[in-house]
């Protein structure tokens, strides 16, 4: 079996101790993975580095792959979030987001399997803030022809890869007309003269959202710019469990940072008892992305082991306590890695 680089970004908070989790995991899994380890945020202040320092920036770009733990960031002041630095850093520009009912994780919906599509470099969080009067203050919405269009391709591009039968634009073009309209446009020129064979629709965002929480059933793919697919995601995630269920990638043309999307919960860090689960469904996505770009089947099958385990481990009801259960971090580990075995 090949082996191949990533880089690994544990974090701060509790990603430390997630990350070690998660690495447990995989090695027990035999991932073919040898680890770049870096760091990012408050781990990286503390170093005495910058938050987001060059030389982790340059090991994702020679690397091409990346596993990230949270990290912190601060509220209304401070530096800017390492998230964000990270996609506009490395174009990074599809967010993907999986959301699907788990079998240990009991919602109100039982079959809930989306997919969040997020373009991740403009919209509000391009940052373009200004204070106009010591009173006023403005932020500047951006869109391009050229990252609506690019957004909406890799959408329908990976529908299609995924036999996905259907995507949803959710927008709010009826007030933002000039913004929002111009990704509607690109979204339907899209779907009209390049993949007409996948079901398209548009929902006006807080129709949509009421329609979300109604029946998610009636949606599979969600296509959103930045902000709003920002929000959506985490309401989405509260339909199956919370954001300790649901993992993240971030994909740009040859590089790509998968991570746990939840926060970094300093007030439990050191504690022991936080759900690695998000940051593991991360990396079954990373392996199953090595074993596409890569051609490693291996990858896949390890990532297909890991996945049957862990979602026998909830079926057994093994679950952290934000999932009603009693295990810690290290021992849902356990109980996934004792379970590889029968998952083979």
Same mark, same amino acid.
């Given at each position: !079996?090949?082996? *191949?680089?990533?880089? %690994? ?8 101790? =997630? ?11 035999? +991932? ?14 503390? *170093? ?13 770009? *020679?690397?091409?792959? +990346? ?16 998230? #964000?630095? %990270? ?6 520009? +599809? ?19 989306? =997919? ?11 940052? #373009? ?10 932020? !500047? ?42 990704? %509607? ?5 899209? *779907? ?27 949606? $599979? ?15 989405? +995630? ?15 043309? $040859? /590089? ?60 057994? $009801?093994?679950?952290? /306590? ?23």
């Amino acid at each position: !079996m090949k082996t *191949h680089s990533a880089v %690994l970004i544990p974090g701060d908070g509790i990603g430390p101790e =997630i990350t070690a989790a998660v690495r447990r995991v995989l090695d027990a899994a035999g +991932a073919p993975v040898e680890w770049v380890e870096c760091k990012a945020g408050v781990a990286a202040l503390e *170093h005495g580095s910058d938050v987001l320092p060059e030389s982790t920036v340059e090991a994702i770009e *020679h690397h091409g792959v +990346a596993l990230k733990g949270p990290c912190t960031t601060p509220v209304g002041e401070g530096f800017t979030s390492v998230n #964000v630095q %990270l996609r506009q850093r490395l174009n990074l520009y +599809a967010a993907v987001r999986p959301v699907r009912s788990l079998a240990g994780a009991k919602t109100r919906f039982d079959d809930v399997d989306l =997919i969040i599509v997020r373009e991740n470099t403009e919209g509000l969080y391009s940052g #373009v803030e200004n204070r106009v009067t010591d009173d006023v203050v403005m932020s !500047m919405k951006v869109a391009t022809k050229s990252a609506s269009l690019r957004i909406a391709h890799w959408a329908f591009r990976f529908a299609t890869r995924r036999q996905r039968r259907k995507i949803t634009v959710f927008h709010k073009a009826n007030i933002m007309k000039v913004t929002d309209g111009l990704f %509607l446009q690109c979204a339907r020129r899209i *779907h009209q003269h390049e993949y007409p064979n996948i079901e398209y629709e548009e929902n006006i965002i807080d129709a949509g959202c009421m329609k979300l929480v109604q029946d998610p059933g009636r949606f $599979d793919v969600l296509l959103l710019e930045n902000l709003y697919g920002d929000v959506i995601s985490d309401l989405c +995630a509260g339909l199956v469990g919370g954001l300790g269920v649901v993992p993240g990638a971030n994909f740009g043309d $040859d /590089r790509a940072v998968f991570e746990a999307v939840h926060g970094s919960a300093p007030d439990i860090a050191g504690t022991g008892v936080a759900n690695p689960l998000a940051m593991l469904m991360s990396a079954v996505m990373m392996l199953n992305h090595l074993a596409d770009t890569r051609e490693d089947e291996g990858c896949r099958q390890v990532a297909e082991r890991i996945k049957a385990a862990y979602d026998l481990a909830l079926d057994e $009801d093994c679950k952290t /306590r934000d999932l009603g259960g009693d295990l810690g971090t290290e021992a849902f580990a356990d109980a996934v890695i004792e379970r590889l075995a029968d998952s083979h």
